[in-house]
């Protein structure tokens, strides 16, 4: 294994995130990763950011700001043939993940894109599906998935038009396309939070010991469930009370300010 830094790369734009989130994902990092790294933020704002965190702006890509509100699409940009001169493998991690386990053996995952296997919905299971990938975290080598960005590039509208967003299409143009084993990368929701009333009564498990990452899509978010409180959260299909332990001793024990 070369002994070259492993890159880790997120993105930051508006108001949504604040730095916080930011700076809990770089020392989490520098928690579970046992191989040099550089951590590289492409953000519109990084005041309140920790040193340590390489900023870069976010690569231009002339999308329109409906764009950056729905679909990420600016995540595509880094699959560009240069990205700010970085070379070896890379992940890119969403702001909304909660690392709670060991990050090294994923830099060594073989793939040409490894990312999620999309969570089934429960309307899924009642039509044929295809198998997509999520992009709340993803591990390539920098500069050889070009294709993925400069299809884009080619004919943005085209992709605005026919895909529901930028995940959708790194599935259909990456190569080696490879997924994270189950227990790998679980979902908060799907995989931790109790069905639809039950989340009333039962509360959210804790992830599996051989379990490295926490993916929290769409709500609730992680700082939803850190406040030590008793006040409710989600919305009814997925509902919780209170602070869940692992999320809010994850956001404090790595610099998060208390929300409570």
Not at 14 to 39: E, I, M
Request: aromatic fraction near 16%; glycine fraction near 8%.
């Amino acid at each position: 294994m070369t002994d070259k830094p492993y890159v880790i790369l997120t993105m930051k734009w508006g108001t949504l995130y604040p730095a916080d989130y930011v700076n809990v994902l770089y020392n989490a990092c520098s928690k579970f990763l046992d191989h040099p790294f550089r951590f590289i933020c492409m953000t519109d704002d990084a005041s309140g950011i920790v040193d340590g965190v390489e900023i870069f702006a976010i690569p231009e890509m002339d999308l329109g700001e409906n764009r950056f509100a729905f679909g990420c699409w600016p995540k595509i940009s880094v699959f560009k043939k240069n990205l700010f001169g970085l070379e070896g493998r890379a992940m890119f991690i969403d702001l909304d993940t909660v690392i709670v386990g060991d990050l090294t053996s994923m830099f060594k995952a073989k793939g040409g894109v490894v990312l999620i296997r999309e969570w089934r919905r429960f309307v899924d299971y009642f039509r044929k599906r295809k198998v997509n990938g999520m992009t709340s975290i993803f591990a390539f080598t920098l500069g050889t998935q070009s294709q993925i960005y400069d299809k884009f590039m080619e004919n943005p509208e085209y992709a605005y038009e026919n895909y529901r967003s930028e995940q959708r299409w790194v599935t259909d143009y990456a190569t080696d396309m490879q997924f994270w084993g189950p227990k790998q990368v679980v979902s908060f929701k799907r995989d931790l939070l109790a069905p639809p009333l039950l989340n009333r009564f039962i509360p959210p498990k804790n992830p599996d010991p051989d379990t490295a990452v926490v993916a929290f899509h769409g709500v609730p978010r992680p700082i939803d469930v850190v406040p030590d409180n008793n006040k409710p959260w989600g919305k009814w299909s997925r509902w919780g009370r209170g602070p869940v332990k692992f999320v809010r001793d994850f956001w404090i024990d790595n610099g998060g300010t208390d929300p409570t």
